[in-house]
């Protein structure tokens, strides 16, 4: 049921999904977290998912992770939307964890598909409506991801799922925007669809979807607001040179396991957010020579 209507657009265009900085002896930053927050507002982030897999939340405690949504949230609540992620393998706890969100005033939640169990359709649909009648007044964004999941949410299971009120959105990271094709023709303008990819965000917003919940963004954010705002003005040749210009950053961001990119990019650009949690390591002397480089090309002269 495809639409030439708009979806409404819940929480901004250019959301980032915020890295979690950690201090010398590894554990988190929450004053910094507060500066960068502030940081990537002023850039033009319209949105912060905070405590998704860029946040490195397999590795912070549910503790960690309330305190850090809170220390954001009151660093940047009254200037941007503030997304908590609370997907997990387990129902019950994704259950919890949403209900948490909801406590803490966030005002969404993204709720990735089960990772490593690999439930079937039948099991995804359960799993997502309890967690979303779990808070029925939280809005959220189902996120597939398969290449970290080892599992997808099919569109049809989607489409069903939208008689759920606060389903409102989705993030497609499935590497194909055949994703987004599929889901406008069964969702139409019911469901807000973010590309979870940064160098495949000017062909998902040419069908249909409204933004990016974006990596690079911690870098470039003006650029990506630029592209987005010249695409949705008609400007695609100046959008497609943005694309161009920032393509070699989009890429060399997941030249290994993110966040260990963004990370030493971060630290390049004067933001020393610590090197990942175990079992991810900091970049190594390439990774850093390389995103170094690339850095140096993007800053204007």
């Known amino acids: 049921m495809s639409s030439d209507r708009q979806p409404s657009i819940p929480f901004g265009r250019v959301l980032t999904a915020m890295v979690t900085p950690f201090d010398a002896e590894g554990a988190v930053d929450f004053d910094l977290a507060a500066r960068l927050a502030h940081h990537l507002v002023d850039q033009g982030s319209e949105g912060l998912v905070i405590c998704g897999t860029t946040g490195e939340s397999p590795t ?12 954001v949230q009151a660093a940047v609540g009254d200037r941007a939307s503030l997304l908590f992620g609370s997907g997990s393998n387990c129902t019950a706890e994704a259950v919890e964890a949403t209900q948490a969100a909801a406590r803490l005033g966030a005002d969404g939640a993204l709720v990735v598909v089960p990772y490593y169990n690999k ?3 039948a099991g995804l649909e359960a799993h997502f409506r309890a967690v979303a009648l779990a ?4 809005p959220l964004m189902l996120y597939n991801i398969p290449g970290r999941t080892g599992c997808s949410l ?16 989705y993030k497609a990271a499935s590497g194909t925007t ?9 969702c139409g303008d019911r469901l807000a669809i973010f590309s979870g990819d940064d160098a495949l ?7 249909g979807a409204v933004g990016v919940v974006s990596v690079a963004s911690h870098l ?4 990506i607001s630029a592209l987005v705002r010249e ?12 694309h161009e210009q920032l393509l070699p950053l989009f890429k060399a961001l997941f030249c290994t396991t993110n966040p260990i990119p963004v990370k030493a990019a971060l630290d390049l650009s004067g933001w020393p957010v610590g090197a990942p949690r175990l079992p991810l390591l900091a970049a190594d002397h390439d990774v850093r020579e390389r995103l170094s480089s690339i850095l140096a090309a993007l800053r204007p002269t």
């Not at 055949?178 to 069964?186: A, H, I, P, T």
């Not at 695409?231 to 943005?242: D, E, I, W, Y």
């Open 135 to 138: 808070a029925p007044a939280l």
């Open 154 to 169: 099919a569109p049809e299971t989607t489409a069903r799922l939208l008689d759920l009120p606060n389903v409102v959105s």
């Open 231 to 242: 695409f949705l003005a008609g400007n695609h040749v100046q959008a497609l040179a943005l």
């Open 201 to 207: 965000l000017l062909p998902m917003l040419a069908v």
């Open 178 to 186: 055949e994703e987004v094709s599929q889901l406008r023709q069964l």
């Open 220 to 223: 470039v954010g003006p650029a």
């Open 60 to 71: 912070l405690s549910w503790d960690e992770q309330h305190h850090l949504f809170s220390a």
């Open 119 to 121: 439930p079937p359709q």
